[in-house]
């Protein structure tokens, strides 16, 4: 017999439906494994929401807006996929060896002599600047430092992942922030929202065992109730088998606004506000509050 519970996720992305195939399994292994985390406190789900662990801006996202941005601003379809490459050469090669790699892609890209095909790429970014004063290369190099799994700042040491509240990890800046926002960004910039939801499960493991945890879904479990070590707050862990199961029914963001009082000195001031967002069964808005 069926049993449904109401329960709360926390979370920084952005999404409509869960994904197991997002999981990060090699931490995951470290844990109770493979499963969509729930928990039946509000409280501990904000926590989760603002974990150090998700202050980075999803990889995905980024390059889909960066190429909505592009076209919807600069004529040139062709450069402005050369530029997203250069973005992702830069995210996954070491800095010498990027610019390397670069000059020689756009000469033949271009067919342009190698000898100035760097001139050639900066002198076009430069019209792009004149275009959009937004535009501004060197800030988009910024922000790639803070693009999840980026080599380009600091490296993705699975071991700095265990504590998911560490706040040793670096967050991201609001000069950040405030360069990507007006350019449409919203997807892939982390904001915290924790999401109520029905969940629906037929066979149910009560444990205190990570083992145990790991090894359910195997053995007919479709929802584990964990309480055994590393629980936030001594609340139990929620671990769901499967996205069908689940029915988001509100969603609460907490929207971060910075006001700068004096920028030059970075003084600023920073509101929270929060809107609700009620979804019907079949995940379709049917109506927003908004702060």
């Not at 053995?219 to 609340?235: E, F, M, N, R, T």
Request: proline share 4%; net charge negative; hydrophobic share 35%.
């Amino acid at each position: 017999m069926s049993e449904t519970i109401t329960l709360y996720h926390g979370t920084n992305r952005s999404f409509s439906k869960h994904s197991l195939e997002k999981s990060r399994t090699e931490l995951n292994n470290k844990f109770q494994g493979d499963w969509i985390c729930y928990t039946p406190s509000e409280s501990v789900a904000w926590k989760y929401a603002n974990a150090a662990r998700n202050q980075c801006i999803e990889k995905e996202s980024f390059f889909e807006e960066t190429e909505n941005y592009l076209n919807n601003n600069f004529p040139d379809e062709k450069l402005n996929l050369f530029i997203i490459e250069t973005f992702k050469i830069l995210m996954n090669d070491i800095f010498d060896e990027a610019w390397d790699i670069i000059p020689d892609k756009y000469s033949k890209a271009f067919n342009i002599p190698s000898d100035v095909a760097s001139k050639h790429f900066f002198d076009r970014l430069r019209e792009y600047e004149t275009i959009d004063p937004g535009f501004d290369f060197n800030d988009f190099y910024d922000v790639l430092e803070f693009v999840e799994h980026s080599k380009f700042g600091k490296s993705y040491d699975i071991n700095n992942l265990f504590n998911v509240f560490n706040k040793t990890v670096e967050e991201i800046p609001d000069y950040v922030i405030k360069f990507l926002k007006p350019k449409g960004y919203e997807k892939s910039i982390p904001e915290p929202k924790i999401i109520k939801s029905d969940v629906t499960a037929n066979n149910i493991l009560k444990t205190d065992s990570r083992e145990e945890a790991k090894e359910a879904r195997e053995k007919g479990y479709d929802l584990v109730i964990y309480s055994g070590p590393d629980c936030v707050d001594d609340a139990p862990e929620y671990l769901i088998a499967n996205v069908n199961q689940i029915a988001m029914r509100e969603i609460v963001i907490a929207h971060k606004d910075i006001e700068y009082i004096d920028e030059s000195n970075s003084e600023w001031i920073e509101n929270i506000s929060y809107e609700t967002i009620k979804l019907n069964n079949k995940n379709k808005i049917i109506n927003k509050i908004k702060p």
